[in-house]
């Protein structure tokens, strides 16, 4: 099961891709800290 998807943050300057989290929806700048909240919450991807 995908529990990411990257979505477009339109509020920045420049083209800044954010990770989200599709069982919460929180959104992470890196996809190293969207690994570490799937980990954190043991959520299976």
């Known amino acids: 099961m995908n ?10 300057t420049g083209e800044n891709v954010l990770h989200r989290c599709d069982a919460c929806g929180r959104e992470f700048r890196t996809l190293a800290a969207l690994d570490d909240h799937v980990n954190s919450v043991g959520l299976v991807y």
């Open 3 to 12: 529990t990411t998807t990257s979505v477009h943050d339109s509020t920045h």
